[in-house]
């Protein structure tokens, strides 16, 4: 017997309606386009320590402790753990207990009248238990389903983290870049306010003429009015990375300048392995598993409840016979329920989770394609700002020499000022977009730490608040990546 009860256990427990999941094959290419051949195995490194700037370090650590999103986050998973926690409850015995006292007056003209006191007092004390038994896998299947949630909630916090860490050292360079255009706008705007100032004083003796004067005024004021739209987009940076960094908003400290950080290096990778790497595409992964098993969960539906319940206690009239002998109660018994006809209900939510499953299959498909199209993205704006970069830097050269020369020839009286109008009026603007090329070629590296994800995501999740212990176990997260 106690074979056959060990055997009709493991039969109930196996007895799940509805698709087990599977990973689906996704075709992925064999590798990235616009990868370089100068790549190393570095997407498990904390990448940030590779710009060599320490108060971009600290503004990450900063931004992991305390930043209110992530907060947030982890908030989130908590509840999805409660909801994990109420959803897999009925697979278990449900025990309760119940006190009660009653005061009763019956009718003097009905069956009981003369057979019970009257009126009366009763006293009963129960203790309860139930039992859903799980025989169609209703209640896995739901457990199943609440537990992807879980783990899917919990990938959507590891991208919280992913993201925030890009955020913060993106909008850092950003800003180093900004503070790069200002410079170069003061210093324009000084250089330009100094042949002003010589031309002012040459129009006083008759040596230019007024024309020539309102020339060299209208640059320099072109210069001065691109100095308070910079300070704005400043103000607006700095306010942004203070709020990342779970601050008010306020000024941020600056370390070195943009042109002295070191550039990281680009991280090798495969296609395929992005499906272990994003916490997004484990998200999405996760959302298709819960939606998988919420089709057993409404098929079991078609089959039968079977319910046992039992209650032992005491019943009694006067208080101090309650727990005698005499006053024990007690009962057993089970139920079993099942639809006959529901007007097309169950059929209607088996429908609605198929459907909701090919929605979750579509949407992690998609998701895989939007992410090599990220990395293809990240790898050939990084490879293309590079030779941008250096053809403005020859751009910046040239021009600086052409202005060099034609000032040089007006002073000779070989040509008029226009000429020399002309390439100022060329040079300040290509100044100012070699700084900001400059920072979107240090975004670039950026771009494609994020995109590829990696371990740094974890290492980064080791300086952040986590969810209450017991959440998640690693077996959990282990199984969730490879698809199980």
């Given at each position: 017997?106690?074979?056959?009860?060990?055997?009709?256990?493991?039969w109930?427990?196996?007895?799940?309606?509805?698709?087990?999941?599977?990973?689906?094959?996704?075709?992925?290419p064999?590798?990235?386009?616009y990868?370089?051949?100068a790549?190393?195995?570095?997407?498990?490194?904390?990448?940030?320590?590779?710009?060599?700037?320490?108060?971009?370090e600290?503004?990450?650590?900063?931004?992991l402790?305390?930043n209110k999103?992530?907060?947030?986050?982890?908030?989130?998973?908590?509840?999805?753990?409660?909801?994990?926690?109420?959803t897999?409850?009925?697979?278990?015995?449900?025990?309760?207990?119940?006190?009660?006292?009653?005061?009763?007056?019956?009718?003097?003209?009905?069956?009981?009248?003369?057979?019970?006191?009257?009126?009366?007092?009763?006293?009963q004390?129960?203790?309860?238990?139930?039992?859903?038994?799980?025989?169609?896998?209703?209640?896995?299947?739901?457990?199943?389903?609440?537990?992807?949630n879980?783990?899917?909630?919990d990938e959507?916090?590891?991208g919280?983290?992913?993201?925030?860490?890009?955020?913060?050292?993106?909008?850092?360079l950003?800003l180093?870049?900004?503070?790069?255009?200002?410079?170069?706008?003061?210093?324009?705007?000084?250089?330009?306010?100094?042949?002003?100032?010589l031309?002012?004083?040459q129009?006083?003796?008759?040596?230019?003429s007024?024309?020539?004067?309102?020339?060299?005024?209208?640059?320099?004021?072109?210069?001065?009015?691109?100095?308070?739209a910079i300070?704005?987009?400043?103000?607006?940076?700095?306010?942004?990375?203070?709020?990342?960094?779970?601050?008010?908003?306020?000024?941020?400290?600056?370390?070195?300048?943009?042109?002295?950080?070191?550039?990281?290096?680009?991280?090798?990778?495969?296609?395929?392995?992005?499906?272990?790497?994003?916490?997004?595409?484990?998200?999405?992964?996760?959302?298709?598993?819960?939606?998988?098993?919420?089709?057993?969960?409404a098929?079991?539906?078609?089959?039968?409840?079977?319910?046992?319940?039992?209650?032992?206690?005491?019943?009694?009239?006067?208080?101090?016979?309650?727990?005698?002998?005499?006053?024990?109660i007690?009962?057993y018994?089970?139920?079993?329920?099942?639809p006959?006809f529901?007007?097309?209900a169950?059929?209607?939510?088996?429908?609605?989770?198929?459907?909701?499953?090919?929605?979750?299959?579509?949407?992690?498909?998609?998701?895989?394609?939007?992410a090599?199209?990220?990395?293809?993205?990240?790898?050939?704006?990084n490879?293309?700002?590079?030779?941008?970069?250096?053809?403005?830097?020859?751009?910046?050269?040239?021009?600086?020499e052409?202005?060099?020369?034609?000032?040089?020839?007006f002073?000779?009286?070989?040509?008029?000022?226009?000429?020399v109008?002309?390439?100022?009026?060329?040079?300040?603007?290509?100044?100012?977009?070699?700084?900001?090329?400059?920072?979107?070629?240090?975004?670039?590296?950026?771009?494609?730490?994020?995109?590829l994800?990696?371990?740094?995501?974890?290492?980064?999740?080791?300086l952040s608040?986590?969810?209450?212990?017991?959440?998640?176990?690693?077996?959990?997260?282990?199984?969730?990546?490879?698809?199980?």
């Amino acid at each position: 017997m106690r074979r056959a009860a060990i055997g009709l256990a493991a039969w109930l427990a196996g007895c799940m309606v509805g698709p087990d999941y599977k990973r689906p094959e996704v075709p992925t290419p064999d590798a990235y386009r616009y990868e370089p051949k100068a790549v190393v195995r570095a997407s498990d490194t904390e990448w940030w320590k590779q710009f060599d700037e320490p108060l971009l370090e600290g503004y990450i650590v900063e931004a992991l402790e305390h930043n209110k999103n992530l907060q947030v986050a982890v908030a989130n998973v908590e509840q999805a753990a409660g909801i994990l926690t109420t959803t897999r409850s009925p697979l278990f015995p449900q025990l309760s207990y119940q006190g009660q006292v009653t005061r009763q007056r019956f009718s003097e003209r009905g069956a009981t009248a003369g057979f019970v006191e009257n009126p009366v007092t009763v006293y009963q004390v129960l203790a309860g238990a139930s039992w859903e038994i799980d025989l169609w896998g209703r209640i896995r299947r739901q457990t199943e389903a609440a537990r992807a949630n879980l783990l899917a909630t919990d990938e959507a916090r590891r991208g919280v983290v992913l993201s925030l860490v890009a955020s913060v050292a993106t909008t850092y360079l950003q800003l180093l870049g900004l503070d790069e255009q200002l410079a170069v706008a003061q210093r324009t705007l000084g250089t330009y306010g100094q042949s002003l100032q010589l031309y002012e004083l040459q129009n006083k003796y008759g040596q230019v003429s007024k024309m020539q004067v309102e020339q060299a005024r209208s640059q320099y004021e072109t210069a001065a009015a691109q100095i308070p739209a910079i300070r704005t987009q400043i103000a607006q940076t700095e306010n942004g990375l203070a709020v990342l960094l779970g601050r008010n908003p306020g000024p941020i400290a600056r370390g070195k300048k943009l042109d002295d950080l070191a550039l990281p290096v680009v991280p090798a990778g495969l296609p395929s392995e992005l499906l272990e790497r994003r916490p997004d595409l484990m998200q999405a992964e996760q959302t298709l598993v819960s939606a998988n098993a919420q089709i057993g969960a409404a098929k079991a539906q078609y089959f039968p409840s079977i319910s046992l319940t039992a209650a032992f206690g005491s019943a009694s009239t006067q208080l101090n016979d309650l727990f005698k002998g005499p006053s024990r109660i007690w009962n057993y018994g089970g139920s079993i329920l099942g639809p006959i006809f529901t007007g097309g209900a169950i059929a209607g939510q088996v429908a609605q989770a198929e459907a909701g499953q090919r929605a979750a299959l579509a949407s992690y498909q998609l998701a895989i394609q939007n992410a090599f199209a990220d990395v293809e993205n990240a790898l050939a704006s990084n490879a293309n700002l590079g030779e941008q970069l250096e053809a403005q830097k020859r751009l910046v050269q040239a021009l600086s020499e052409y202005a060099r020369l034609a000032r040089l020839q007006f002073d000779g009286g070989y040509t008029s000022y226009t000429t020399v109008l002309q390439a100022e009026q060329q040079l300040f603007p290509s100044e100012l977009n070699l700084a900001t090329i400059r920072a979107q070629l240090y975004s670039s590296y950026v771009a494609i730490y994020q995109a590829l994800g990696g371990g740094w995501v974890d290492r980064a999740d080791e300086l952040s608040p986590q969810p209450v212990a017991g959440t998640l176990t690693p077996e959990d997260k282990k199984a969730a990546r490879s698809g199980q």
